[in-house]
């Protein structure tokens, strides 16, 4: 028996992990397993955290959660989340990264890609001018 498909939640301020999705869609077409809830100003952090868990209660093991940023409450909730369920949270979210989990769920469980995804979401913040200079230069 093959085991689920790792699913993927983008977890933002105001709502723009769904624009993210869209972009994604844009550039690599339908995908399935990638969902995303937004915190808006309305919310108590009591029912954010009921609709986070409500999703990530139906994630397979090894899922993975991307947040906007650290030390928000879009990533504290997560990481209390990480403590029952084993799913993977990785914040600073960005469309580098995003494309890479949904690459990388193909090999399985995404606990197992973290640092990799990290590093990656690191790496990808570069100053276009610079690096086309670099380019053009050869260097």
């Known amino acids: 028996m093959l085991a689920a498909l790792p699913q993927i939640l983008l977890l933002t301020h105001g709502g723009w992990g769904q624009q993210l999705r869209e972009s994604v869609r844009m550039v690599i077409g339908e995908t399935s397993g990638v969902f995303d ?27 993975l959660i991307l947040t906007d940023f650290i030390g928000g409450t879009t990533s504290n909730v997560a990481a209390r989340l990480s403590r029952d369920y084993a799913i993977g949270v990785i914040s600073g979210l960005n469309a580098t990264l995003l494309l890479a989990a949904i690459d990388l769920r193909e090999q399985g469980n995404l606990l197992n890609h973290l640092d990799e995804l990290v590093e990656l979401g690191r790496n990808s913040c ?11 230069s050869g260097e």
């Open 126 to 136: 570069l100053d276009v001018v610079k690096q086309i200079k670099s380019i053009i």
């Open 37 to 63: 809830i937004a915190l808006m100003p309305v919310d108590t952090l009591a029912e954010f955290h009921e609709r986070v868990e409500q999703q990530v209660k139906t994630m397979p093991e090894g899922s």
